[in-house]
Each structure stands twice: as C-alpha cells, then as structure tokens.
C-alpha cells in the first residue's frame, strides 16, 4: 500500500478584524480567530502503480491533502503513511522517492536554462553521472523536450515550461508522483502530449500517481479510479464509470431521422433536450389553455443573448410534450403563427432529437424509434463527466458516500 489515509483532518486557523482603523488596532491586542475545516475526517488508501484522480470543487480540499502527503503541511488529526513514512517527518529517504507538481507553481528558475535545474537537481537527489544522463536523454524524447535546454526559461512557451517542470520533477524517478492541475492552461494538443507521457511513465515505471485536475478530459484518459471530496469530505470513491451510472440516472440519445418528425410522437419517450438544427431554443412556462389559444415565449435570440420575448400563438390541441421549444432562426419578431402555420409545424417537429433516457428503457425506446420511424442514425452516449460532477456537487449529499468498485 503505497497511500493509507485514516481520518486525516486540516483545520486552519484564520485571523478575524473589524473594519477600519479601530478594528485593526484592536486586533493588536484582542486577535479573534475562527476555524476552517479544509479536510475534514478524509480516509483512502492507494496501491502501488495505480493512477487515481482526485476530484472536487475549488476549495474542497484537494490541494491540502496533497501538501499533506508530500509533507509539506502537518496534518491536525488522522494517520497518513505514504511508501511506510510519515511525510511530515520529511525524512531523506522518503523525499528521494516522492514528486509534487503543481501547474500553479514552478521550480525553474526563471532566468537561466532548464538544464541548469535539472543539474541542481542532480546533485539534490545525489544522481550518478551515468544515472542523470540516462533519465534526462529518456525524458528528453518522451517530452520532445530537444532544442528547448539551453533557452533561459522566461522565453520558453507555457508547453514548453510544463513539460521542463515535468522533467525536472522526473529525473530521479520517483515512485510517488502528485500532479496537481498539470495541464492547466495548455492546449488541446499538448494537454493531449502530456496525458500520453503521464501513462506511459505510470505503465513503464509502476509510479503510483494521484492527479488532480478540473479538466475531466484528463481524469477520463487517464484514471480508472477517482476519488471525489467535496467541503474536505469523502462524496465518493470507486471507479471512474460507476460513478457515471451511480449519478447519471439516463443517457443521452440522438436521433437523426430521414424526415422531420412531429415532437409529439417522440416525446413520451424520453426528456428532449434538444431538437436539432440551427433552430433558436428557449424553455417553456407551464403551457395554459385559454380556450383558444397556448402561449409560450421564446427566451433567446439568435446569438444566444438576451432579446425581446416573442409570443407563439399555438392553436388549442396542439401537441407540445418536450421541455422546450425551437423556434427557426430567422423568423421575424412579433410572427403571429396563426398566420404562418409553416413556422409552427417546424417549430414542433424536428428531424434530429436529442433526449435524456433512463437507462433502464434505453434498449426499449431504441427498439421502438427504429421499428416506426425511418431512422438515419441512432447514437447512445453516457452524460459527459464533467456534467456528472457538477451536479454531485450541486446536489445536497446527506452522508458520504463510499462506492469502492474493484
């Protein structure tokens, strides 16, 4: 066990003062503190060569715990064991074994080439000659890092910069990697290099990693395992895709048919959520019949910015079942649709749908939206992570959860 956690709680203490010139003279003499629970009774345990992500919102706690296990911060109550050591002890030998990354700080001396780091850090971690060499030119080419040595680093690209810290973090192979937001701030293609150099150390070197990171595109690509705390608190540990069927109760199905569809006929079977086109989409009031007419206003403009509500005239009786309504783009302000029927029949038909299915009634509705419509395409996707997390944390948990999945 490479991680064990037990009951490990954070608490800072954060000095208070009244406002103005009185308040701060009297906080001379009368300091008032108050407490912050930044972890609060955290337990987890990790095994070596694993790579878990480590998930929650800002202030929940992720980087504290991070500090803790490096040993950058004592801990106020609990146990923590990282390779056998207790990391505030901060003893040599455990120091040699351990790496801490964050994308919001830097080891590199700004002034002066990455190389002149990465020989500080030889003589640091009391690398042999034959030792540095062979971990430099191997990091070297895993992180294209040629050409970029000798260049003092304030010149070099965010990308660049990254990968150095990388490099510099890297050469005395450590068994313990922390990453804290390491693709913060990059692009799309080299938050992709990164990802690939991060599982192929974790594959060649059995390095056991704990990342964190707000970009659910890397915890995809990259963990099996995540472990989400919220408020310093355990929400949630187990696996990556159990997390997404535990909290992500349907999934999103889209529907591109050879024709257009009245809305009406598809909406029994899941919540739509969109309809397709470039059309113009805003929710729906609760729909009144005043006996001859329903009203519903459209909520966006074309742009998606705020702009003048638009009634929609719809005739009593007419079908309208989905939880929102496309008006098509172009349509002129203040149409009256009685008089343009066109605008209606498009507004409540549509030849793509994307609706949220439960899951238990995916392989149903599936069945049925192929053996009665003519049906060009059919996918079925799970709700994206990042949705998935969001809404664990916007919904109220009563208790903390612990799903650990093999």
Request: hydrophobic share 40%; with cysteine; charged share 25%.
């Amino acid at each position: 066990m490479d991680i064990q956690v037990n009951n490990l709680s954070k608490i800072f203490l954060v000095p208070q003062k009244a406002e103005g010139l009185r308040g701060a003279f009297s906080s001379l003499f009368h300091r008032k503190f108050r407490e912050v629970k930044a972890v609060e009774d955290l337990s987890f345990s990790i095994e070596k060569g694993e790579l878990v992500g480590f998930l929650g919102a800002n202030g929940a706690g992720k980087t504290t715990t991070l500090k803790m296990l490096s040993g950058l911060l004592h801990s106020t109550s609990g146990e923590v064991k990282v390779l056998g050591f207790t990391p505030h002890q901060r003893r040599t030998s455990f120091l040699k074994q351990i790496s801490l990354v964050m994308g919001q700080r830097s080891q590199l001396w700004w002034e002066i080439p990455a190389q002149e780091t990465f020989k500080l850090n030889k003589e640091i971690y009391e690398l042999g000659d034959k030792e540095y060499e062979e971990a430099l030119s191997e990091l070297v080419n895993l992180l294209e890092l040629q050409g970029c040595l000798d260049i003092p680093v304030k010149r070099l690209s965010l990308g660049q910069r990254m990968k150095a810290e990388l490099c510099a973090a890297l050469l005395h192979r450590p068994n313990l990697l922390l990453l804290d937001e390491p693709t913060l701030g990059l692009d799309v293609v080299m938050q992709k290099r990164m990802r690939q150099f991060i599982k192929e150390y974790n594959q060649k070197f059995q390095a056991t990693i704990l990342l964190t990171s707000h970009n659910m595109d890397d915890v995809v690509a990259l963990c099996e395992r995540v472990i989400i705390i919220d408020r310093g608190k355990l929400l949630y540990d187990g696996s990556l895709r159990k997390v997404v069927e535990k909290y992500a109760p349907h999934k999103v199905m889209t529907v591109d048919f050879q024709s257009p569809v009245p809305l009406e006929k598809v909406a029994s079977m899941g919540k739509i959520v969109s309809n397709g086109g470039s059309s113009l989409r805003g929710p729906l009031p609760e729909l009144r019949d005043d006996g001859s007419l329903r009203e519903a206003r459209r909520a966006t403009g074309t742009s998606g910015s705020p702009a003048p509500s638009t009634e929609l005239r719809v005739p009593t009786g007419a079908p309208v079942h989905s939880t929102e309504l496309r008006v098509p783009a172009g349509a002129p302000e203040g149409l009256n649709v009685l008089e343009e029927p066109s605008v209606l029949e498009g507004a409540l038909s549509a030849s793509r749908v994307v609706m949220e299915v439960p899951r238990k009634e995916v392989s149903r509705v599936a069945s049925h939206l192929l053996s009665q419509f003519s049906v060009m395409d059919l996918t079925i996707t799970e709700t994206p992570l990042d949705e998935v997390v969001r809404s664990m944390f916007t919904n109220v948990l009563t208790r903390p959860l612990d799903t650990r999945s093999p």
